[in-house]
């Protein structure tokens, strides 16, 4: 058997991802494609939880940008989304034979667990795909908060932030020809440089658990497992 670098680790996804060349909503292209890259690393022993992100579907910014609804109520609006997003992910998963739960912040009693850690860490052990949903379970923290704060929880191993992009960049490479990758960063070189790699909260849970993170892309078939194998894909922040 191939040696593992990881045992236990923690993937974010965001829901923009799951778009794919849509304007909105779910491509079961992307969803196909994610559940395969996860099936390799589960294959492989490795224990896998996910947090989905839900801007797909709806965020909070933008019901408060439009007036519609205040911030905290915009960010409840943006929870549900993410369950929406976890049970698509969770089809898509058991299609592919792997077990799973779905462990949500908000209880939703016929549709998903509600999160406690000792239950999580016991799915784990037991080989399932545990997904959390419903981010933190309360407003005015992001999708990569929660995915951090439940590392730390389930003691995982790493955080892997799955992204369109290979790593990390001095500037957006999507928009400046000239932004140079980083392969290895410190978490306070990302504070001192404003690097957008995830929100500070998000970062500072990772920094002051020493817990590292891996910034890579995604739709790249294959990537997840090589990361797992330790091979320097994308960007180490540790």
Do not use: W
């Amino acid at each position: 058997m191939e040696a593992l670098k990881y045992k236990r680790v923690l993937l974010k996804l965001s829901g923009e991802s799951l778009m794919g060349d849509k304007q909105y909503g779910i491509d079961p292209a992307i969803l196909e494609q994610y559940a395969s890259e996860v099936k390799t690393v589960v294959d492989m022993g490795v224990e896998v939880a996910i947090v989905i992100g839900g801007g797909n579907i709806f965020r909070g910014v933008q019901g408060v940008q439009g007036g519609v609804v205040d911030r905290a109520q915009g960010d409840y609006m943006g929870m549900l989304a993410t369950v929406i997003n976890s049970m698509a992910l969770q089809g898509a998963l058991e299609k592919h034979g792997i077990k799973t739960r779905l462990l949500s912040a908000i209880k939703m009693e016929q549709i998903c667990e509600p999160f406690i850690r000792r239950r999580a860490i016991r799915h784990l052990e037991k080989g399932r795909v545990v997904i959390f949903g419903a981010g933190t379970g309360n407003p005015y923290f992001t999708t990569d908060t929660a995915a951090s704060l439940r590392a730390v929880e389930i003691e995982a191993n790493l955080v892997l932030k799955g992204t369109r992009v290979d790593g990390i960049y001095t500037a957006d490479p999507e928009k400046d020809p000239t932004a140079t990758k980083y392969d290895e960063l410190t978490f306070s070189e990302v504070y001192k440089q404003g690097l957008n790699v995830m929100d500070l909260t998000a970062i500072t849970l990772c920094q002051e658990n020493k817990l590292p993170l891996v910034v890579f892309d995604m739709n790249k078939a294959g990537n997840f497992k090589r990361v797992m194998m330790g091979e320097k894909i994308g960007t180490l922040v540790k």
